[in-house]
């Protein structure tokens, strides 16, 4: 009888693991910046092909066509501030920061897209012969009505993206504050420097330095395959950053609509959202056909919360607190003698997130609460009265900071903010300190991944002769991209996914990190340490 290979078992830290399933590669632009790019090894050493057209003809990156694989990383853009005065630690924070955004925010959220897609999120919406099974009406006269019937092939069930990012560490503050703000004079310079090399090589054409998670070079002058990566500049407020790129890469997702995207990703995120907010409800959590359901939204005024805001008064609740640090509550709230709506003052500083509007329209019978940086204040947790719904459409860590004994017992916890719930054993502890109040709580890479999820759709048209920016080119034709089926799409996903974790944290008496760990196997999300098995 043949002995079995002995297994070796490491354990691992929680970086140690992130790194081994990540490749990290320096792009320097002179005078301006340093990006970083995390890519997944897979996506690099072993692509899977889905759309490979022939761009050996064109150097121009305004004709290349996109490259498709099935297993393609993606994720995000962000603008790292510099440390003045010491690069050194400015580019270990720059790493550090691209590890946890393109492990814990896009491959998580990817991983657990995939997931619901195997336990059957579109089974009712395409069919075996790839068609859209139900009619679709358009949210709004921008959008298309999708028809029963429309063509839409079943291979986009093939597209299990891994997570990427891009960091952009400025060679000096004052390029980062130029980088950030959309209006500057200079911004598009800038962005067009940065923007050419990376284009390069995320196009193939140019290699970049291969670097470990503490900075060492690896390889010099390191290629990628065509579609290893895909990214979106999303960072700041300006929605017309992946266009700017896509001057130079067709390898970027977020594009215009004139060139066959899906435009911004809050919108789509906020529908997966309400797939999450629809299958809590289901799972007996709240009433959502209450019209006097107790909820906070905080961080109303964002891209996203503000898009929230205006979809839960769309479905007639009444009982909402609005909270938000962009709120200027040194002046009163006023009333619309026209609709008797509230007006509720915008600081002048942060009207960009209103469209420069003075004020955001809610309705009459809404509250506001107070809102503090880097927290949740005791007045829009609800002060431990009655169970609620409280959705937290912001950034960073608030929830770790905030009074948990101010959240209501048997209340539901909606982050949007995939940091509320830090990683590993710290955001483990919190999860338990919430259940153990009866709150159930879902973390943002489980609510909030509907942005990520459209941009497979958007690819998935551009890429194909079913329409989309390929069809255009051969055509020349405007491409159309139907958003109202990358809403449909995410929302199904979302749902899905968020029905499973909540019925597996139940079946299981666990809490729903736990249960995200287990349903996209990535046991980092739920420990510090792991162990790592090797033949």
Known sequence: MQALPEVNVLKLTAQEYVNIHTYIYEIPIPNTATVFLAINRESVDSPEVLVHPDNSGTSD???????LNCNSSYGGTRAEPPVEGDYEQSRLNALESLLKLSFYESHTKHKYLSKTNEKGALDELISPESKIKNYLKAQNEAQKDIPEGYDFSRDFLKLEF??????????????HEIIVDASHPKAYEVYSSIFKEVGKFLNGQTG??????QGNVVEEDSFIPAGALFITP??????????????????????DASVGGGGGKAAYTVSGFFGAFDAASEQGLFNADDENLPISLIGAAGAMGSDTAKRLAEKGFKNVLVSDIAYDYTKPVETDSTTGEKLVPILESERYRMNGEAFQRIPSSWGVALAEPGKFTDEALGKNGEPRVIIAM???????HSNLDAIPYNSTVLLSENWAIPPGDEGLEIMKALKDRGIMALQGQAITPGGAGNSKVEIFFRATENGGITKAME????????KRLGHEIVYRQVKQGAS????????????TIEALAEYTNLPVLARNFVLQKFL
Do not use: M, W
């Not at 970049?208 to 998670?213: E, N, S, Y």
């Open 61 to 67: 990156p305004k004709n290349l066509k996109a490259v």
């Open 162 to 175: 891994r997570g990427g990012r891009a960091i952009i560490l400025s060679e000096n503050l004052d390029i």
């Open 208 to 213: 970049a330095t291969k670097i470990d998670f």
């Open 234 to 255: 999303d960072f700041g407020p300006n929605k017309r950053l992946a266009d700017y790129l896509h001057e130079h890469t067709p390898q970027v997702l977020g594009v």
């Open 394 to 400: 912001t950034f960073g860590k608030a929830l770790k």
């Open 475 to 482: 055509n020349e034709q405007t491409p159309t991209y139907h």
């Open 500 to 511: 499973d974790l909540l019925t597996l944290a139940k079946e299981r008496d666990i809490t």
